[in-house]
Structures are given as structure tokens and as C-alpha cells.
């Protein structure tokens, strides 16, 4: 998703409609399990907005959206279509909506 979607997506869930800062976080499998550990969590800690790829099943990003949860961050989960998006996360208090989408040119259009 493009950053100019990204903001568009995250003003539409802020009341403060202001400028929005968009930072991208790919995790980078550098350095010891316990440095991916508290960089992957620092990361949500300074994040506005949580957003989950949930085409798949990933224990260490349900443990980030717990974190998330815990930190009261408003999360967007994106699945491709067909995907089973787990109860948890549809159920979590802090999920603001749920995009499913058919391929990267159709999540780039939302």
C-alpha cells in the first residue's frame, strides 16, 4: 500500500484530521532473537497505527497486535480474499476494520 493510501487510510480513523506521519516497519532478521524481539516491539510502541497482514497465520504478529491491544493502538488488518482472519483478532477491541482484498492491485485501489 502507498503511502498517499496509508495516510488516507489512517485519517480516516483519527479524529484529528491533521497531518498524518506515515512510517513503514519491515523486520529486519538482523542481529540476536532478543534485539528482533525489542526492535519488533519498540517499533509498535512508537507506532499511531497497527497494520496487520493476515492472509496467514503468524504467532509473532499476534503477539504484536497483543502488544498493540495492551498499548490501546487502533489496528487495520488487510487478508486476501478467502482468508481466515482468527476470532481473536475480529473480536480484538482495538481493530478498526478489517480490508480484505484479490491481489496488490486491488489493495492498492482501497
Do not use: W
Not at 3 to 13: N, P, V
Not at 40 to 64: H, N, P, R, W
Not at 75 to 100: D, M, N, R, T, Y
Request: hydrophobic share 35%.
Amino acid at each position: 500500500m502507498g503511502r498517499r493510501k496509508t495516510r488516507k487510510l489512517m485519517s480516516k480513523h483519527f479524529k484529528d484530521k491533521g497531518k498524518v506521519s506515515v512510517t513503514s516497519f519491515l523486520a529486519k532478521f538482523k542481529g540476536s532473537v532478543s534485539e528482533r524481539y525489542e526492535r519488533a516491539f519498540k517499533k509498535v510502541k512508537e507506532a499511531d497505527l497497527i497494520i496487520g497482514e493476515q492472509s496467514e497465520s503468524s504467532t509473532g504478529q499476534g503477539m504484536e497486535i497483543g502488544e498493540a491491544t495492551i498499548l490501546n493502538k487502533p489496528l487495520i488488518v488487510i487478508a486476501k480474499q478467502g482468508s481466515k482472519v482468527s476470532g481473536l483478532v475480529k473480536s480484538c477491541p482495538i481493530l478498526k476494520e478489517i480490508i480484505f482484498y484479490k491481489d496488490i492491485n486491488d489493495l492498492k485501489s482501497k
